[in-house]
């Protein structure tokens, strides 16, 4: 088991060298980082004067590897906007993406386990035709519109809950709904596949046969096996979440690191950006670490293998 943790640890850290080259080199090419520092009123002669300052003059290479060492000492760098540490400012928004990110997961999976479980139970009835076109809906609605939607609705009609701000739980309510209901479908599918081939198995025929209540079947037998890919998809999809709250953010002006890419990226604040598509990059890369630990840890033929 330890030795499959270090491969996996050393994959994802080759992995964040890859992101890191490839997140200062899109950045730094995308906009021109001593005219974002001088502004749009500045003169040529000033600009020059930036980047010779800053030493944006000098081979990206060698700004990368500058960039690099100081990241991996904590230093992210300084805002060109706020002049404020980069990792400070982050940090400051962080716990409002991280709750939005882990209420949206919560409800995800408190929709699909249970859908996916009973549309196996029941293949091919109405029950199962009924899960799989909320999956379908839930995929093919644009989380925008849906959050829009609960806006009006809830909102603005019925008038139960806020429709901006993340200063109370309620405000959050509708944000991780509108995130949660698109990372569903896709659990909720593999939970029913997964459920329909354990349920064919041999140990679950042998289980019938011995007597044991439908509910230990099911639960401590059948789903246990079956949730193996649902636990990978969650991290997965996680991830997904944090990265992709930039658009529930800007929706219900919630003061997280999503609303913050925006912001950045429309004041060319190149250092947040970086730092937060650096940070966001690694908290997949653990997020997937984890998935896979968990995956060995339930099937031992994976870190045998």
């Keep these: 088991m330890l030795g499959y943790v270090i491969k996996r640890l050393i994959l994802g850290l080759l992995v964040m060298v890859a992101i890191s080259a490839v997140v200062f080199g899109l950045t730094n090419s995308a906009a021109d980082p001593a005219q974002a520092i001088a502004g749009e009123g500045a003169s040529a ?72 479980v009973l549309a196996a139970l029941r293949p091919n009835s109405w029950i199962d035709r009924l899960c799989l076109g909320l999956a379908l809906l839930g995929q093919a609605m644009p989380t925008f519109w849906f959050a829009l939607l609960g806006i009006v609705v809830f909102s603005v009609n019925l008038e139960w809950l806020p429709a901006s701000g993340s200063d109370t739980l309620l405000s959050y309510v509708l944000p991780s709904i509108a995130l949660g209901y698109y990372g569903a479908p ?16 041999d140990y679950i025929r042998t289980a019938r046969a011995k007597g044991l209540r439908r509910p230990t079947i099911v639960l401590k037998h059948a789903l246990r096996n079956a949730i193996l890919p649902v636990v990978s998809i969650a991290a997965v999809q996680f991830g997904f979440m944090l990265g992709g709250s930039i658009v529930i953010e800007t929706i219900f002006a919630m003061q997280g690191v999503g609303y ?9 604040d190149l250092p947040v950006v970086q730092a937060i598509v650096l940070l966001t990059s690694a908290l997949y890369v653990l997020l997937t670490l984890f998935a896979d630990i968990v995956n ?10």
Excluded: N
């Design 45 to 116: 002669a000033d600009i020059e004067a930036i980047r010779v300052a800053y030493g944006f003059d000098r081979p990206i290479v060698e700004r990368y590897g500058v960039w690099l060492s100081a990241t991996l000492h904590g230093d992210l760098g300084t805002s060109y906007r706020q002049k404020r540490p980069v990792l400070d400012i982050v940090l400051e928004r962080m716990p409002v993406t991280m709750t939005l990110g882990c209420l949206a997961l919560t409800f995800a999976i408190v929709l699909s386990l249970p859908l996916g």
């Design 186 to 201: 896709a659990m909720m599918r593999l939970t029913r596949a997964g459920m329909l081939d354990v349920l064919d198995a």
């Design 260 to 268: 913050l890419a925006w912001e950045s990226i429309s004041l060319s």
């Design 296 to 305: 060995a840890w339930l099937d031992p033929r994976i870190r045998l293998a």
